[in-house]
């Protein structure tokens, strides 16, 4: 039988090379608004959601004061952040608008909707939440089938009130 990883696995982090901590702070701190949980050295940082010990770690390495990565090379797409609500994705979408920062794009893929944007070092970053899972469409078989849509960002800002 083929080995199958258990159902209650979860992704816990990422850990991001950044060229500038200070200008990643403003994205990932100021921004998005992750708590600063640890300082490591004056290299590397550490933030979370909710006290978390750290979702997002944040060094410079390998990687102090370098352009951002080729985009036609083999490397991080994008690290995707996970609202639990709606409404949370919609404060965080009416956010990104009221402080005029550059969207990506943003998609109704059936089983979420997501909006995506690039962080300071032009790392992928795409927020989202999940559709409740009954509403997931099926194939005949039962294999999950995901689209690409334009999200009605008009019907989620109009949660952010």
């Not at 994008?78 to 402080?99: C, G, N, S, T, Y």
């Not at 005029?100 to 992928?124: F, K, M, Q, R, W």
Request: hydrophobic share 40%; net charge negative.
């Amino acid at each position: 039988m083929e080995y199958k990883i258990p159902a209650a696995t979860r992704i816990g982090h990422v850990h991001l090379k950044v060229a500038d901590l200070d200008r990643a702070l403003t994205f990932y701190r100021d921004l998005l608004g992750f708590e600063i949980t640890q300082y490591y050295g004056n290299s590397a940082v550490f933030l979370s959601a909710g006290g978390y010990h750290h979702h997002i770690g944040l060094n410079t390495w390998h990687s102090k004061d370098a352009p951002p990565a080729p985009r036609n090379t083999a490397g991080l797409y994008h690290v995707a952040i996970l609202f639990e609500e709606r409404r949370e994705l919609a404060v965080a979408m009416k956010r990104l608008m009221d402080q005029n920062y550059p969207l990506t794009g943003a998609s109704d893929h059936g089983v979420s909707e997501a909006i995506y944007l690039n962080d300071s070092d032009e790392n992928g970053v795409e927020l989202y939440c999940d559709k409740p899972k009954e509403t997931w469409t099926l194939d005949a078989e039962g294999n999950l089938q995901m689209i690409t849509e334009a999200l009605d960002i008009n019907a989620l800002l109009a949660l952010a009130h």
